[in-house]
Each structure stands twice: as structure tokens, then as C-alpha cells.
């Protein structure tokens, strides 16, 4: 089963954090990233750019509206995901809770649809 984590945190934290600090949690990321891989449950993931780079589109009555940024003002906000393949749920919020962001913000731990394809339609 495939499970998304997306992880949710206060942009400003990292904004206050020292060099030091910033590389400290970056090979940490390394370190989490490559165990997953070495366990066979990594699938993808990547760090978001900035919510200020983001657009939100929404179409209403057939008008394609955008707003820069993301849909709601929120402290933690969305700024990276994994996708990974476990048996359990279980085994995806222990995943979950050893990614280094889940110590100062939080993370999403949701099942991923599986893609009907054409033969299975």
C-alpha cells in the first residue's frame, strides 16, 4: 500500500535557525531519506519552494481563477511530502514520526488511491 506524508511546518522556525542547525536537520533528512530507500519503501518525495511561490486555482461557474499563494493562511504550512510503499498503516506512521519535521510541526500520513488503469476500468 502506498501512503503520502506530507509534512507541515512553521516556515518561520527554519527562518530562525542557524546555519548549523539548517545543516544539522538537512543530513538528517539524508539519513531518513537513504533508510528508506535501503528498506525498499522509498517511492518519492521532495522539498516544496516556498508557499509564497505558490498559486492556488480554483474554477467557478466555468472561470478559471487564480490567488498567489496557498488557500488558506495557516503557521505550518505544507513544505515537502514522501511517497512510500508499506504493508500497514502502522508501518507508514512509524515512518511518519521519524521524519526530523514531525518534532516541531506535523505530518499527514493518508492512503494513496492506486491509479485505475484502462484494463482494470
Do not use: C
Amino acid at each position: 500500500m502506498q501512503y503520502i506524508l506530507l509534512i507541515h511546518d512553521d516556515p518561520a522556525h527554519f527562518a530562525n535557525m542557524s546555519e548549523e542547525e539548517r545543516a544539522s536537520l538537512y543530513q538528517e533528512y539524508g539519513a531518513f531519506s537513504q533508510d528508506l530507500r535501503d528498506r525498499g519503501a522509498y517511492v518519492g518525495g521532495d522539498q516544496l519552494q516556498p508557499t509564497s511561490t505558490a498559486t492556488t486555482v480554483r474554477v467557478r461557474d466555468g472561470e478559471q481563477l487564480t490567488t498567489d499563494g496557498p488557500y488558506a493562511e495557516t503557521k505550518e504550512q505544507l513544505g515537502g511530502y514522501y511517497i512510500i510503499d508499506v504493508g500497514t498503516l502502522d508501518e507508514a506512521i512509524e515512518w511518519a514520526a521519524r521524519i526530523p519535521s514531525a518534532r516541531m510541526g506535523s505530518i499527514e500520513v493518508r492512503p494513496i488511491v492506486p491509479a485505475r488503469t484502462e484494463a482494470a476500468a
